[in-house]
T-cell receptor, first 116, second 109 residues
């Protein structure tokens, strides 16, 4: 089944404790992205990647890192989480034809992160 | 960067009526405009999209129109049903995705 998976789905942690949220897709998509969703603010793009070893900052990259060593995986790393990073996080992927993002984007199930 | 504004933030309609949600964008380089539906506790799902070389697209009860000159695009849902109740997001993109802040649609039976 074609899908985007994220782990963990729920995470409660404390300020400063490094964490990684994994994202994987099995559709051979080139474009992958991370978003955070906060009430009243919609979805905001954190980082995106148009292909392996290529990553770019989105609208709200501060406090986050990503890597794209393999096509299927795009982990989100919070080196020193803070309470303002408490949010619902979504990973997404799309075909990325010709290096563009203008294709149907498929979202993972979401990760609800609470930083105390 | 791009700025996407979405209105209204909440919308209530009677079952069978039409619903219209409007978005404006600022960057003329944006060339792809998808609309997503998000039900409570679930992930966003694409319902319709339009590219900048097209002015209108329709899929059954859902249609999207794009006015590149005015930099606005709209979602039209006809013959609304209770299962259309959800939050709808518009987005504008070139390489980076910019989302509107969402419209909570309630269809009253």
């Amino acid at each position: 089944e074609a899908q985007v998976t994220q782990n963990p789905r729920y995470l409660i942690t404390v300020t400063g404790k490094k964490l990684t949220v994994t994202c994987s897709q099995n559709m051979n998509h080139e474009y992958m992205s991370w978003y955070r969703q906060d009430p009243g603010l919609g979805l905001r793009q954190i980082y995106y990647s148009m292909n392996v070893e290529v990553t770019d900052k989105g609208d709200v990259p501060e406090g986050y890192k990503v890597s794209r060593k393999e096509k299927r995986n795009f982990p989100l790393i919070l080196e020193s989480p803070s309470p303002n990073q408490t949010s619902l996080y979504f990973c997404a992927s799309s075909l990325g034809t010709s290096g563009h993002s203008t294709d149907t984007q498929y979202f993972g199930p979401g990760t609800r992160l609470t930083v105390l | 960067g791009e700025n996407v504004e979405q209105h209204p933030s909440t919308l209530s309609v009677q079952e069978g009526d039409s619903a219209v949600i409007k978005c404006t964008y600022s960057d003329s380089a944006s060339n792809y405009f998808p609309w997503y539906k998000q039900e409570l506790g679930k992930r966003p799902q694409l319902i319709i999209d339009i590219r900048s070389n097209v002015g209108e697209k329709k899929d059954q009860r859902i249609a999207v129109t794009l006015n590149k000159t005015a930099k606005h695009f709209s979602l039209h849902i006809t013959e609304t049903q209770p299962e259309d109740s959800a939050v709808y997001f518009c987005a504008a993109t070139g390489n980076q995705f910019y989302f509107g802040t969402g419209t909570s649609l309630t269809v009253i039976p």
